[in-house]
Structures are given as structure tokens and as C-alpha cells.
């Protein structure tokens, strides 16, 4: 059974950084896009930052610039390093990844959440 966990969030003051960690464990075969995805309270949830297996990245808007997403493919992890955080950057930050397991088809796999709080 694929599984994706995340680790690394907590409490940071303003303008402080926290690095999340993913990693994939389970009978995988590949991977493709990895990424990482946050939901405020009263909020839908949206993309973060997204790395494909080939290194390319993407960035939303308001994070472009302070967060640097990045894989190790020999280990399946995903990491994110976030730095200048804002009180606004206060979500669960879930993990997520399109994964082939050994004898299944591709899927979209999900981590549990890491809580990510910003605040004085």
C-alpha cells in the first residue's frame, strides 16, 4: 500500500522558516509530479508548489520567491523549504503525488497534513 507522510511543520514566528518533508514508502514503481497543497480555515484548498520528475517547478503567486520545492527521486521525497513566512502561510500543508504503484495503475496520493502556524 502506497503511502505519502509529511513531517516538519509547527509554530515559526513571523518571518521565520520551517522545511516540510514527504516521503513515499510502499511497493512504487514511479513517480510522477510531486507537490504540496494547503487549506486555511474557512478556505478551499490550493496548490503551494509542484516539482515534476524531471525538476521542473511551479510556484503560486503568493509564495513565488520565499519557498523552494524540491525531490530526491532515489529516496521518493519531497521537500519544501519555506522562508519569510507570513501569517497568511498558516494552513495544513498536505502532500501530494501521482504515483504507479508496482501493480497498479497510476493514482493521486495524499498525505495526512502537517499544521503550519505563523504567528507572533
Known amino acids: 500500500q502506497v503511502q505519502l507522510v509529511e513531517s516538519g511543520g509547527g509554530l515559526v514566528q513571523p518571518g521565520g522558516s520551517l522545511r516540510l518533508s514527504c516521503a513515499a514508502s510502499?511497493?512504487?514503481?514511479?513517480?510522477?509530479?510531486m507537490g504540496w497543497y494547503r487549506q486555511a480555515p474557512g478556505k478551499e484548498r490550493e496548490l503551494v508548489a509542484a516539482?515534476?520528475?524531471?525538476?521542473?517547478?511551479h510556484y503560486a503567486d503568493s509564495v513565488e520567491g520565499r519557498f523552494t520545492i524540491s525531490r530526491d527521486n532515489a529516496k521518493n521525497t519531497v521537500s519544501l523549504q519555506m522562508n519569510s513566512l507570513k501569517p497568511e502561510d498558516t494552513a495544513v500543508y498536505y502532500c501530494?503525488?501521482?504515483?504507479?504503484?508496482?501493480?497498479?495503475?497510476?493514482?493521486?496520493?495524499w498525505g495526512q497534513g502537517t499544521q503550519v502556524t505563523v504567528s507572533s
Open positions: 501530494n503525488a501521482d504515483i504507479r504503484p508496482t501493480i497498479q495503475p497510476m493514482g493521486n496520493y
Open positions: 510502499g511497493r512504487i514503481f514511479s513517480i510522477n509530479a
Open positions: 516539482i515534476t520528475n524531471s525538476g521542473s517547478t
